[in-house]
């Protein structure tokens, strides 16, 4: 324990230092270019094109000869390695360049981030699942048929693709992530294709993007009702009608939510 400490202490004193910064865009470069060699050092995947063409599929895609499984394949290798490469370049300096820091006992260090209690965590919850999860009526929440044949009908294409086995294209990486279909995909396995159920699923996801906003201002404001009324002016202005990723807190939440955990990391 006392030795996570000392990293602790290390890595808080090496992000005041002014070669932070520039150590992290350097780990950036660095990780996107490791990124980009892993890639181009993937094996090329044509069975997927192969199989297209003896179907008789025919696109853009199938004529280059560009499989959509080497996409899938690119995102997770590329991602994994531009992450692994940068934090650890990173990690590795500050670990270093903080060991010149003052040592620091947990007993001389005064945490500057506020407590959370659980019943604090509970009372957020409720609020934000009450108020704009839309239990009551997410049901029936479609505003047109072009809403529901544009924006839900494209999200659910791609699930649709995974569920028969299919792989993702590039178009769905750009826009929302592999990882919003997959969990759909998984959702929809297990308790059956529904469109209902995909509307609860997508609304639901606003309480905890709304409890990550509260958490972050939590930390920055250093007040309960602060961090609450932010939150909910937050989910009142920003929180779509339509059943659709891109009108979801979601898109946001998982940024947020590490924003957060950082900002309370380093002052804790």
């Not at 620091?104 to 009450?130: D, H, K, M, W, Y």
Request: with cysteine; aromatic share 8%; charged share 10%.
């Amino acid at each position: 324990m006392e030795r996570l400490r000392q990293v602790q202490n290390r890595l808080q004193c090496a992000v005041t230092l002014p070669a932070s910064f520039w150590v992290a865009a350097l780990a950036l470069l660095v990780g996107a270019l490791a990124a980009r060699l892993s890639i181009h050092l993937l094996p090329t995947r044509t069975d997927d094109v192969v199989t297209a063409r003896a179907l008789g599929i025919v696109s853009q895609t199938i004529l280059a000869e560009h499989s959509k499984s080497g996409d899938s394949l690119a995102y997770v290798v590329g991602l994994i390695s531009a992450l692994l490469i940068s934090i650890s370049i990173w990690v590795a300096w500050a670990i270093r360049a903080g060991k010149n820091c003052p040592p620091q006992s947990s007993s001389t260090i005064a945490p500057t981030s506020p407590r959370v209690n659980l019943i604090e965590v509970v009372i957020v919850l409720v609020v934000a699942f009450g108020f704009f999860a839309r239990i009551w009526n997410a049901r029936a929440a479609t505003l047109t048929a072009w809403s529901a044949l544009s924006e839900e009908g494209e999200m659910l294409a791609w699930v649709d693709t995974v569920l028969r086995g299919g792989a993702l294209s590039r178009d769905t990486f750009c826009l929302y992530g592999p990882l919003s279909v997959w969990l759909v995909a998984g959702l929809l396995h297990f308790f059956g294709t529904s469109l209902a159920l995909w509307r609860y699923w997508i609304f639901a996801l606003n309480a905890p993007a709304l409890l990550a906003i509260y958490f972050l201002l939590r930390g920055l404001n250093r007040t309960r009702i602060a961090a609450g009324l932010g939150a909910i002016v937050i989910g009142i202005l920003c929180i779509g009608p339509v059943p659709a990723m891109s009108w979801s807190l979601a898109r946001v939440g998982f940024g947020v939510a590490a924003i957060a955990s950082l900002n309370r990391a380093l002052n804790s």
